[in-house]
């Protein structure tokens, strides 16, 4: 699969920001998606995944309550809806996906993960 990632951009620090992850290739339906946020030094940590069925998804601590992903298995595409964002979610922003046997696995790790797209940057100052 491939993966383009879009949405990114400048919004003060309270504001929401929809990014987007479109993505083609013929195992999209079957494959799991992450998005993961990398600033300058640091490792890319994943924000939130999901499964190909939608059933399942995952957060890590810092997207609880503010992020929600979603997918369109007939668009292609995976949505991260970014609410109440904060400095600290400021960073560049990476959509991946990884072909998977069952319809809700979620996959955490980016080392799960076999194709990238590009990164998107989120800009949230105080």
């Known amino acids: 699969v491939q993966l383009q990632a879009s949405g990114g951009g400048w919004v003060q620090a309270g504001g929401s920001l929809t990014l987007s992850c479109a993505v083609s290739?013929?195992?999209?339906?079957?494959?799991?998606v992450g998005w993961f946020h990398q600033i300058p030094g640091k490792f890319r940590e994943v924000v939130a995944g999901?499964?190909?069925?939608?059933?399942?998804?995952y957060y890590a601590d810092s997207a609880k309550g503010r992020f929600v992903i979603s997918r369109d298995n007939v668009k292609n595409t995976v949505d991260l809806q970014m609410n109440s964002l904060k400095p600290e979610d400021t960073g560049v922003y990476f959509c991946?996906?990884?072909?998977?046997?069952?319809?809700?696995?979620?996959?955490?790790?980016?080392?799960?993960?076999?194709?990238w797209g590009q990164g998107t940057q989120v800009t949230s100052p105080a």
């Open positions: 999901i499964s190909w069925s939608g059933d399942n998804t």
């Open positions: 991946a996906a990884r072909s998977t046997l069952g319809p809700n696995y979620v996959y955490t790790e980016w080392g799960d993960y076999r194709s």
């Open positions: 290739g013929p195992t999209f339906s079957s494959s799991a």
